[in-house]
């Protein structure tokens, strides 16, 4: 099956205040990655082409990083994911920056059931929750994007298999 999957945020900062925080992806000091609701990005190395990490049982290398503008990633796990995810920092105006995440790839087997029926829901809400932490620190009004029904009931069968 061939997935094709984008969010975009626009955030109200000139671009080079955005990247200094998207700079922070999977440090102690993560200004972006939402750990408090879901599994930490894991980097043993830090962020840099060829490092091996991922979240939770998402498993991925850095194939491309350019801090500027774009951190690609190639899935490793699980298995039937073939492709990338990225996250992509555009300059809109001197006040103005966007920044996207993409999944670009081709599940088979297994990896398009577990893609169906639990990562897709998952992923978006992780996402959303990602931009709204990005976006929340320059806004007074905290945006806080609600689960639907299908998250929730995934992360709670989730936890009690953790029990």
Same mark, same amino acid.
């Given at each position: 099956?061939?997935? +094709?999957?984008?969010?975009?945020?626009?955030?109200?900062? =000139?671009?080079? &205040?955005?990247?200094?925080? +998207?700079?922070?992806?999977?440090? @102690?000091?993560? *200004?972006?990655?939402?750990? !408090? *609701?879901? =599994? =930490?990005?894991?980097?043993?190395?830090? &962020?840099?082409?060829?490092?091996?990490?991922?979240?939770? =049982?998402?498993?991925?290398?850095?194939?491309?990083?350019?801090?500027?503008?774009?951190?690609?990633?190639?899935?490793?796990?699980?298995?039937?994911?073939?492709?990338?995810?990225?996250?992509?920092?555009? @300059?809109?105006?001197?006040?103005?920056? @966007?920044?996207?995440?993409?999944?670009?790839?081709?599940?088979?087997?297994?990896?398009?059931?577990?893609? +169906?029926?639990?990562?897709?829901?998952?992923? $978006?809400?992780?996402?959303?929750?990602?931009?709204?932490?990005? !976006?929340?620190?320059?806004?007074?009004? *905290?945006? $806080?994007?609600?689960? $639907?029904?299908?998250?929730?009931?995934?992360?709670?069968? +989730?936890?009690?298999?953790?029990?």
């Amino acid at each position: 099956m061939n997935v +094709l999957n984008i969010h975009k945020r626009t955030i109200q900062q =000139p671009k080079d &205040i955005v990247t200094a925080l +998207l700079k922070t992806l999977s440090t @102690e000091n993560d *200004k972006i990655w939402p750990k !408090e *609701k879901w =599994p =930490p990005m894991k980097f043993k190395a830090g &962020i840099q082409e060829s490092a091996k990490g991922g979240h939770g =049982p998402i498993r991925y290398s850095v194939e491309k990083y350019t801090p500027n503008e774009i951190i690609q990633f190639r899935f490793l796990k699980p298995s039937g994911f073939n492709g990338i995810h990225k996250f992509e920092i555009r @300059e809109l105006s001197e006040e103005q920056t @966007e920044i996207t995440h993409t999944i670009d790839m081709k599940t088979v087997g297994k990896g398009t059931l577990i893609w +169906l029926f639990a990562i897709r829901s998952l992923h $978006n809400a992780l996402i959303e929750d990602g931009f709204d932490k990005l !976006e929340n620190h320059f806004s007074e009004h *905290k945006k $806080n994007t609600q689960w $639907n029904f299908w998250v929730r009931f995934l992360r709670k069968q +989730l936890s009690k298999k953790r029990k």
